[in-house]
């Protein structure tokens, strides 16, 4: 009797051991041989890898490239800061003044030259220019061949005074009027002895006017003013 007893034994040990088994999952898996081995990425370690490399690279240009970038730096330091250029104030030249007007038929155009030193006035040349058109009327003929008349007549008499120049060119439909004063030479007592004979036609500056002043009355006038 007791024999059978032992004997029943080993059989409840196993059975046992396998209950154990199959309790535990993580005891319950089996081990495959034949199964891949699984390889961690290097992803990683390449990254760092090139980023060292570059880190290298930088510092090996740095320290090449010392000298260079030391004088570059210097040579900022040492720059003087950027200032605007002063402008340039002319205090001799010419002053050209321009003034166009149109009239029924009639077209006046008249440019003042003014040259100056030292922003004083020293000479002047006027041409006036007057031009018709082909529909102008009776009236406006007999005016420009008047004007024509008073251009010649003018002209004559400029050439006993100095610093005086006048000329004249003329169509039937046209006439330019030239009028050259030089404010050194110009015989102001004998102008005005003659002003009659002149009918009026006197210079109508100063020998050194400023020229800031001319420019002023000039403009208040209609007139363009431009410093050359």
Not at 47 to 62: C, E, G, N, R, S
Not at 87 to 98: A, P, Y
Not at 164 to 186: A, I
């Amino acid at each position: 009797m007791d024999e059978k007893k032992n004997m029943n034994e080993p059989a409840k040990v196993e059975k046992k051991e396998e209950n154990i088994v199959s309790n535990n999952p993580n005891l319950n898996q089996k081990v495959d041989a034949s199964s891949p081995k699984v390889v961690p990425s290097k992803k990683g370690n390449n990254f760092k890898y090139v980023m060292t490399v570059f880190l290298f690279i930088a510092l090996f240009a740095i320290v090449f490239f010392l000298p260079e970038i030391s004088e570059g730096i210097r040579s900022f330091q040492e720059k003087p800061s950027f200032e605007k250029p002063k402008q340039e104030i002319l205090t001799s030249g010419l002053m050209n003044c321009t003034l166009k007007k149109t009239t029924g038929a009639k077209e006046v155009s008249t440019m003042i030259g003014f040259y100056f030193t030292d922003k004083q006035l020293k000479k002047t040349t006027q041409e006036t220019s007057t031009v018709l058109k082909e529909t102008a009327t009776g009236e406006e003929l007999a005016a420009l061949e008047t004007s024509i008349s008073s251009c010649e007549k003018l002209s004559t008499l400029e050439k006993e005074i100095a610093g005086l120049t006048t000329t004249c060119t003329s169509t039937g439909l046209s006439l330019t009027m030239t009028e050259t004063v030089d404010y050194q030479e110009y015989d102001k007592t004998t102008l005005q002895d003659n002003i009659a004979e002149f009918e009026g036609n006197i210079p109508q500056f100063q020998f050194n006017q400023d020229i800031n002043e001319l420019q002023s009355l000039m403009q208040a006038s209609g007139y363009q003013c431009e410093i050359q």
